[in-house]
């Protein structure tokens, strides 16, 4: 596509439970990024993939987040029993080499009540 | 590890005014710098980005140079306006895998 899709835009969702969040990259771009953005902070990253494989997990918060990405694609990550500080804006970006900066979408706001 | 760290906000200026926002890095080698912007409802977009020391970014009046022997890349604007509000985020990479980000710095440009 012509830029970075990412679903659903907001989500609210109860204490417990789990939420599915997708990113379509720009098509082409091999390498996807997951950031997550708390009110009033900065970036925080989570993970990395190139391609299918994610050879960069280690911003992932807890074992209740996990994340995949299927022919080179689409990405998904999956928050497990949520948690209220699990609310943030979480942010997906591509990027294909050499580096040229990341391309991000619009992100989806996650409130956990 | 990677980091970079930009001036706290929020910064507030009158439309003309000039701006600067500070931004150092600690990073091992030569990473890339960037400047990403984030315009309110919207994600982020590159501003502008410099990939060597004395490379000097620029974009819609925006400037940044590299500065290697002060661990610096500091936004600079001769004269804001009020479409400028928004969030701004420095970040360095070394290899596009490894895209740190700064807090990010609000701006408001008041008419």
């Known amino acids: 596509g012509a830029g970075v899709s990412q679903s659903p835009s907001n989500k609210v969702t109860e204490k417990g439970k789990d939420v599915e969040l997708r990113c379509d990259p720009i098509?082409?771009?091999?390498?996807l990024y997951w950031y997550r953005q708390s009110l009033g902070q900065g970036l925080e990253f989570l993970i990395y993939?190139?391609?299918?494989?994610?050879?960069?997990k280690s911003g992932l918060p807890s074992d209740r987040f996990s994340a995949e990405r299927t022919g080179g694609s689409v990405s998904t990550l999956t928050i497990q029993r949520t948690q209220q500080e699990d609310s943030a804006v979480y942010l997906c970006?591509?990027?294909?080499?050499?580096?040229?900066?990341?391309?991000f979408g619009s992100g989806t706001r996650l409130t956990v009540v | 590890g990677n980091s970079v760290t930009q001036m706290e906000g929020p910064v507030t200026l009158s439309e003309e005014a000039f701006l600067t926002i500070n931004c150092t890095y600690t990073a091992t080698g030569y990473p890339s710098l960037f400047w990403y912007v984030q315009y309110p409802g919207e994600g982020l977009q590159l501003l502008l980005k410099a990939t060597k020391a004395d490379d000097k970014g620029s974009n819609k009046g925006f400037e940044a140079t590299y500065r290697k022997e002060t661990t610096s890349f500091h936004l600079e604007k001769g004269s804001v306006q009020v479409s400028d509000s928004a969030v701004y985020f420095c970040a360095l990479s070394r290899n596009n895998n490894d895209m740190r980000f700064g807090a990010g710095t609000r701006l408001t440009v008041k008419p």
């Open positions: 098509s082409g771009h091999t390498a």
């Open positions: 993939f190139q391609g299918n494989s994610a050879p960069d």
């Open positions: 970006a591509s990027s294909s080499p050499p580096a040229r900066g990341y391309t």
